[in-house]
């Protein structure tokens, strides 16, 4: 009986790290999905502040410096 329950317990373990083995490859996989999304989102913000820079150029108006805006704080 101590065989069998060995033989078991090694097919349990073995399962168990097969499994663990397929969950790590799908967070992988959803990694690289995310950072492919991210590269996708900064390629198209870049596309369009190029956009939006030749229309303010065609329109004689400039852009706020980057530093500008409502978040000033006093004092």
């Known amino acids: 009986m ?3 329950s060995n033989r078991f317990f ?3 373990g073995r399962l168990m790290n097969d499994a663990a083995g397929a969950a790590q490859g799908v967070k992988r996989e959803e990694f690289e999905a995310a950072k492919e999304m991210a590269r996708l989102a900064r390629e198209e913000n870049e596309a369009l502040k ?3 820079s030749a229309l303010e150029a065609k329109l004689g108006v400039s852009s706020p410096a980057p530093d500008s ?3 000033k704080t006093d004092g």
Do not use: F, L, N, V
Request: glycine fraction near 8%; avoid cysteine.
């Open 69 to 71: 805006g409502s978040m």
């Open 50 to 52: 190029a956009r939006i």
């Open 2 to 4: 101590t065989q069998t």
């Open 10 to 12: 090694d097919e349990i």
